[in-house]
């Protein structure tokens, strides 16, 4: 069983890398036939977020030209005290609400979205839906059942594949720097939305982050710095955050 065990999982390791190969030579045609299929229809926006939405989207518009993103981006604010912004399928970034609490500047709003914008560009989230694919489509050639054996595959699973998240989110925050830089002349603000969220990140046991798909935000805080030194950006002032 635990030959067998190790088996599928190397199986469904190696299909993960072939996902990333087909979405590495997919075409921009083939991605919005399968985006028509699997998009979900954007979440309707709460009155009193309408304003702050637009002013993200404004955001968003400002950077595309930056990010060499010739397909239009959508910004979703949805209410929730989590601080959390990710894409969907359909070229959409949903922020939550609670996020705005934790940036004070226009640029640290700015890198935020950046970085969602770097995850878009590089097709995170077809890799993310497809390697899940994998893993219900091994579960259920193995027992004609996948409801149950993925949810037992899924945490093995995670164990390899939070490496490679991190990977991505480490990507994904190196690109952001270069659009950041590109939009402000400077890259002030880029740590920002981090340091806010590093007291209650620092007080997660260490083994957490060996199993999280995020880098821990102290991680995140010293691989940006190294990285503004190493390109000798400059962080000038930052923009007030518009009400």
Not at 23 to 31: A, G, N, R, Y
Not at 85 to 94: K, L
Request: proline share 5%; aromatic share 4%; charged share 20%.
């Amino acid at each position: 069983l635990a030959v067998l065990s190790l088996a599928v999982l190397a199986l469904v390791w190696a299909l993960g890398l072939a996902v990333d190969l087909v979405v590495d030579k997919m075409s921009l045609e083939t991605e919005a036939r399968i985006t028509r299929l699997i998009a979900p229809a954007p979440p309707e926006t709460e009155p009193e977020l309408k304003s702050q939405e637009v002013g993200l989207q404004a955001l968003v518009d400002g950077m595309r030209a930056c990010a060499g993103m010739r397909e239009p981006v959508t910004v979703r604010l949805a209410k929730s005290k989590e601080a959390n912004a990710f894409v969907v399928p359909g070229g959409t970034v949903i922020v939550h609400s609670g996020l705005m609490e934790h940036v004070r500047s226009e640029n640290g709003m700015s890198f935020v979205l950046a970085h969602e914008l770097s995850h878009l560009i590089h097709r995170d989230h077809l890799r993310g839906l497809g390697r899940s694919l994998v893993i219900v489509a091994a579960a259920t050639v193995l027992t004609g059942d996948g409801s149950w054996t993925a949810s037992v595959l899924a945490p093995a699973q995670h164990l390899g594949e939070a490496h490679y998240s991190r990977g991505r989110e480490s990507n994904a925050d190196a690109r952001a720097l270069q659009i950041l830089q590109c939009r402000y002349g400077h890259v002030g603000g880029a740590t920002e939305f981090f340091e806010s969220l590093r007291k209650k990140d620092d007080e997660t046991p260490a083994f957490a982050h060996y199993l999280a798909s995020h880098p821990s935000m102290g991680a995140r805080i010293e691989a940006l710095q190294a990285a503004i030194r190493q390109a000798g950006l400059g962080t000038g002032d930052v923009r007030p955050m518009q009400p």
